[in-house]
């Protein structure tokens, strides 16, 4: 018996020794992912007609999210907001990647969310424009201190050439805007008044019916005009060039990806799917900004200062 224990004893020790001496095991190393993790790029819009601002954007998103494959871009998405402070949100919530709109309610964004305008998009090949003042074509008014006293048709208030604009433009000529809930509002002599009609068809047709003294349109809109109409209206006014359109991008984007997708849209009307996709968006392409970015920003900024702190 006490041979038995020993022979057990020394089997232990050798064990341990044999277990010492066995050199270092190499651990096996985790299989790493060649992407990363898959997601959906996402472009936002805000639109009252959901169905088709998704089927406009949606060959454009597909596009754009099959040249980013290997930041792990799976696919695409077209999300549409309500308004505008619904795509604050979502902007700063990371729920969208990119975003084109008109200059002042790009600013408004990027003023809340910091996101920030690459390019320009030309929608509908237009790269710039500028809004102008007109009135009937048999009106008294002939340039824009006679409009001190009276109540100007706007547009809207988030819209660039309908309320940024003109508004930055009138403080720019030393005049006194006030904004006025509707067109018999009374102002001073020294004050032009504006007041918003929603649609610039609606301000068209309050100039032509005498409802209003004058308007604002953009000059793309006013040129397109019949020629019947225009020659009821004459302009007396207009201001200066703002970019058509802007492309924000999501602030929190890593430098790599946002550089790709810069570059993507750059020369996207070099391919024939690209061309497509940019046709049925209602765009000829999208560029750089010709006076370069810091100085084309410094100018939209100067203009969306001005209304803010009206």
Known sequence: MQNKIWSFTFFIIFLIILAACRPPQTPTATPQAAHPEGRKLV???????????????????????????????TGAEVKIAPDLDTMIQWVNNGQVDIYFDSPYPALVI????????????????????????????????????????TVVAFEEPFSTSGYMLPLAYLIQQGFEPVETASLDATVSPEQIGYTFSTADNTTIQWIISEKAPAGVIDNITYQRLPEATQKELRVIAKTEEVPRQLVLLQPNTDPPLAAAIKTALLDMNETEEGQKALEIFLTTEFDEFPEGQEAALAKMQELFQLVNNQ
């Open 43 to 73: 472009i936002g819009d805000i639109s009252d007609e959901v169905a088709e601002t998704i089927n406009g954007t949606q060959p454009l998103a597909d596009y754009l999210a099959a040249q980013l494959d290997e930041f792990g871009i």
């Open 110 to 149: 990027r003023d809340v969310t910091g996101a920030q305008p690459i390019l320009r998009r030309l929608k509908f090949g237009v790269p710039t424009y500028h809004s102008v003042f007109f009135v009937r074509n048999d009106s008294d008014i002939k340039t824009l201190d006679d409009l001190q006293g």
